[in-house]
């Protein structure tokens, strides 16, 4: 446990790689990539956006992912009021086309096919899952980040997936009637459920939001550094086969402010505890 203690401590802060940033546009697809600047057959992560933001609030997180050696692309699309999770989804896996089919950079970069995953945060970590089930050639793993309800919901692909993925959700979230995060954990056999202790579920979201206006909270630095460090260390050990990131990834292991969570506990609430308490003078 010291150990991973320390290599927590060390992802949390941005890694030894400069970093160069492109856009995605140059291949049709509005959007940011972020890349080491050296490096052949690296891993490649496609991640998508919450509800009402877009790709330029996560610079900071996608930075971070380029500091440690993943090329990191985001999507810059279905950012309106009414956006579909099912084109996200799909830009997602152009993302990751793009990124594993061209050279980067100044065409000394390459991502490897077969070193591919998913991720998203809120909204995006639904679209993240109907990616991964979509896609003819399975990403290695999925990241969601404190995933949201969609129309349609994105319990009925993840019942179907066989890849592995790490949930995150925070203290307070389950209840919320937007989360479904153990919903998504329940019927997602390969995944993990981790709850971030003291994280808030819109944090990771940089910068000022305009849904702040609506309710929707802003960015918060504590769950920025912890979202950050748990999903490189997941993703260096899936992608890389990495055996110093292992705990990040192992189901069984202690990980800092991220207990593992038995979604069919006795204490973890469904969505009839959810209305309930929200019916509920």
């Known amino acids: 446990m ?33 890349t080491p600047a050296t490096g052949k057959n690296l891993p490649g992560v496609a991640f998508a956006h919450d509800w009402v933001t877009s790709s330029h609030r996560y610079q900071g997180t996608l930075d971070h992912l380029a500091s440690w050696g993943i090329v990191a692309a985001a999507p810059a699309t279905e950012t309106g009021l009414a956006p579909s999770v099912l084109n996200l989804a799909y830009d997602l896996g152009t993302a990751l086309d793009i990124i594993a089919g061209v050279r980067l950079g100044p065409g000394e970069i390459s991502v490897h096919p077969g070193k591919l995953a998913v991720a998203g945060h809120g909204f995006g970590a639904s679209a ?34 066989a890849v592995p993925g790490l949930i995150l959700t925070s203290p307070g979230d389950p209840m919320t009637l937007r989360s479904n995060a153990v ?17 808030k579920a819109g944090g990771l979201i940089e910068g000022r939001r305009l849904g ?45 402010k991220a207990p593992v969570l038995d979604p069919f506990a006795d204490d973890v609430v469904d969505l009839e505890d959810k209305v309930v308490a929200l019916l509920k003078p």
């Not at 995605?24 to 509005?30: K, S, V, Y």
């Not at 630095?221 to 705990?247: F, I, N, P, S």
């Open 2 to 34: 010291a150990r991973t203690r320390k290599l927590f401590a060390a992802l949390t802060r941005r890694g030894p790689h400069r970093v160069m940033r492109g856009d995605l546009a140059f291949a049709g697809l509005p959007g940011v990539v972020y």
């Open 128 to 161: 993240a899952v109907f990616a991964a089930a979509g896609m003819p050639a399975k990403p290695k793993a999925v990241f969601a980040a404190y995933p949201t309800v969609t129309k349609p919901p994105a319990e009925q692909p993840a019942s179907t997936l």
């Open 212 to 256: 702040r206006a609506i309710g929707l909270p802003g960015a918060d630095r504590g769950t920025q550094k912890t979202v950050r460090a748990l999903m490189t260390g997941y993703l260096l050990h899936m992608l890389t086969g990495d055996k110093a990131y292992r705990d990040f990834a192992d189901a069984e292991a202690e990980l800092p």
């Open 183 to 199: 919903e998504l954990a329940r019927v997602w056999t390969a995944s993990t459920l981790r709850s971030t202790d003291k994280a």
